[in-house]
C-alpha cells in the first residue's frame, strides 16, 4: 500500500471495481467469501458517470462478490449505497474526512463486518383476496435480542407520529420495543427510559422510568400517525423529559427517529438549532432517519462524530437490521476518541504544511476469518491532501486481520485514477503488503 503512486488524474471507480473483482477472484480458495473495501473521495469523472459505476459493483455483486463502499469528502453518499453490498446500512459509510472514516471502523472492525452473518430478508407480505385492498406489511420479526445491556443511562426516545408514518408505524414501534429491551431497566444502577411522541406538537408517553414494563405499556399506547412534522418540539420535549429528576453525574441521551423533514413552525434549519441547544445542554442525541428524511439534517442534528451518531436507512426494517448489531447500549456506554491534536502553524512566510494524518485508534486483536480481501482505493487528484491519511487507514484495516494463505484471511490491493493498478495481488503475507505500503511515493 505504502507503493501506492501520487494521487492525480480523473476518477474511474468503474475501473478500479473491475479490477478489484479481477484480483479478488484470481485464485480464490474455495468457499470463502471474497470482498472489495472500496475507498473514494469523489464521483465518477472519467468513463461514465456514477451510474456506470453503480452498473459495474451490480455485476462485481452479481459474481458473488461482497463490497463494502467507503466515501468521503466530495463522495455521494446515494452512490456509495447503491454500490454497496445489501444491508447498505452496514455495507455503506460515508465521512465528511478520513479521520471520520478512521474512528468509525475502529470501532466497526471490517473483519467483524466480513465474518457476521447476515439476517435474511423479510418473508414477502401474504397478497390480499381479490377485490380487497393490500394490507400494510407487518414489521418484519425482531431480530434476535441480545442480552440486556447494564449502564447507568437516562434515555428518551423521541418519536415521530407524523401522517408520513402511517405506513412504517407498526415497524417503528417495534423498533422502540427493542431498543428499549437492549438495557436493563433500574432507577438506581441501570438506564431509566422516556418516551416521546411528535407529529404538529410533541407529548410525553411516559417520564423516565426504571420500570421496563411501564416503558412498553406507553410504547404500545401510542397514539395512531398523523399531521405534520415539527421535529424541534419533539428535541425540546425530549429535552424537558431527560433533564426532569436527572441522577447527578449519570449520561443523558435522545434518540430521535424520524422519517421527514420539519414541516411545521420552521424548517430542518429550525431543528437544527434546537438540536445544537439541546447538545449545548450536556444531551447526546442520536439521530435515526428512514424513508423522506435528509441524511444531511441527521448528521447536523447528531452528537459528534455523526458517523456514531446518526444513521439512516431506506427503511425501517434497515434501521431495526442496523441497531440490532450496532445496539444503542453500546453506542451509548463507549467512551469516544479525543479529537486529533490542530496542526502545528507554519512559520511566517512559508504556507502550511498539509495536516498529518491524526494517530491510528488503539488496534483491536487481530481477527481470525478465512477471507479474501481486495482494497480498491482511490488516488485521484482531488484525494492529494488526504492521501497520507487513506493509507494509514490501509494499514489498519490490513493490522485487523490474521493474515495466512490457509487458515486466515488473504489481502490484495488495487488504486486507481483515471485507470486502475494492481499494487499487490492476494497474499497471506502481511509484510508483502505493508511492503507495499513502505514503498509509497509522496503526493
Not at 488503539?362 to 488526504?386: F, I, N, Q
Request: glycine share 8%.
Amino acid at each position: 500500500i505504502d507503493g501506492a503512486s501520487a494521487a492525480g488524474g480523473g476518477t474511474s471507480v468503474s475501473d478500479g471495481l473491475e479490477l478489484g473483482r479481477a484480483e479478488v477472484n484470481r485464485g480464490a480458495r474455495a468457499d470463502v467469501p471474497r470482498t472489495i473495501l472500496l475507498l473514494t473521495d469523489g464521483v465518477q469523472t472519467v468513463d461514465g458517470n456514477d451510474d456506470t459505476a453503480i452498473a459495474k459493483a451490480a455485476a462485481v455483486k452479481q459474481d458473488g462478490v461482497s463490497i463494502v463502499a467507503v466515501g468521503f469528502g466530495g463522495a455521494n453518499e446515494q452512490t456509495m449505497r447503491a454500490i454497496a453490498s445489501a444491508p447498505s446500512s452496514d455495507f455503506a459509510f460515508f465521512g465528511a474526512s478520513m479521520d471520520e472514516v478512521r474512528q468509525h471502523f475502529a470501532s466497526d472492525r471490517l473483519c467483524e463486518l466480513a465474518a457476521s452473518p447476515k439476517a435474511p430478508p423479510p418473508p414477502p407480505s401474504t397478497p390480499a383476496p381479490p377485490g380487497l385492498p393490500p394490507s400494510p406489511p407487518s414489521p418484519s420479526p425482531a431480530p434476535p435480542s441480545p442480552p440486556a445491556c447494564v449502564v447507568k443511562l437516562e434515555l428518551v426516545l423521541v418519536l415521530d407520529k407524523s401522517g408520513s408514518v402511517r405506513a412504517e408505524q407498526s415497524s417503528l414501534l417495534a423498533f422502540a420495543r427493542e431498543m428499549v429491551s437492549q438495557f436493563r431497566l433500574d432507577a438506581t444502577e441501570g438506564a431509566r427510559v422516556g418516551v416521546v411522541e411528535f407529529s404538529s406538537d410533541a407529548a410525553t408517553l411516559t417520564p423516565l422510568t426504571g420500570s421496563l414494563s411501564d416503558v412498553l405499556t406507553a410504547i404500545d399506547g401510542a397514539s395512531a400517525a398523523g399531521g405534520g412534522t415539527s421535529v424541534s418540539d419533539g428535541l425540546e420535549l425530549g429535552r424537558a423529559e431527560v433533564n426532569r429528576g436527572a441522577r447527578a453525574d449519570v449520561p443523558r441521551t435522545i434518540l430521535l427517529l424520524t422519517d421527514g423533514v420539519q414541516t411545521v413552525d420552521g424548517n430542518d434549519d429550525t431543528a437544527i438549532a434546537k438540536a445544537a441547544a439541546v447538545k449545548q445542554d450536556g444531551v447526546s442525541i442520536v439521530a435515526v432517519g428512514f424513508g423522506g428524511a435528509n441524511e444531511q439534517t441527521m448528521r447536523a442534528i447528531a452528537s459528534a462524530p455523526s458517523s456514531d451518531f446518526a444513521f439512516f436507512g431506506a427503511s425501517m426494517d434497515e434501521v431495526r437490521q442496523h441497531f440490532a448489531s450496532d445496539r444503542l447500549c453500546e453506542l451509548a456506554a463507549s467512551p469516544k476518541a479525543p479529537p486529533p491534536p490542530p496542526s502545528t502553524p507554519a512559520p511566517p512566510g512559508l504556507p502550511p504544511s498539509p495536516p498529518s494524518p491524526s494517530p491510528a485508534p488503539p488496534s483491536p486483536p487481530a481477527c481470525v476469518v478465512k477471507l479474501e480481501l481486495v482494497l480498491v482505493l482511490d488516488k485521484s487528484g482531488s484525494v492529494r491532501a488526504e492521501q497520507s491519511s487513506l493509507l494509514a487507514f490501509a494499514r489498519e484495516m490490513v493490522s485487523q486481520f490474521r493474515l495466512d494463505a490457509t487458515e486466515g484471511a488473504r489481502v490484495g490491493v488495487v488504486e486507481f485514477s483515471s485507470d486502475a493498478a494492481t499494487l499487490t495481488p492476494l497474499t497471506g503475507s502481511l509484510s508483502d503488503v505493508l511492503t507495499a505500503i513502505d514503498g509509497a511515493s509522496a503526493a
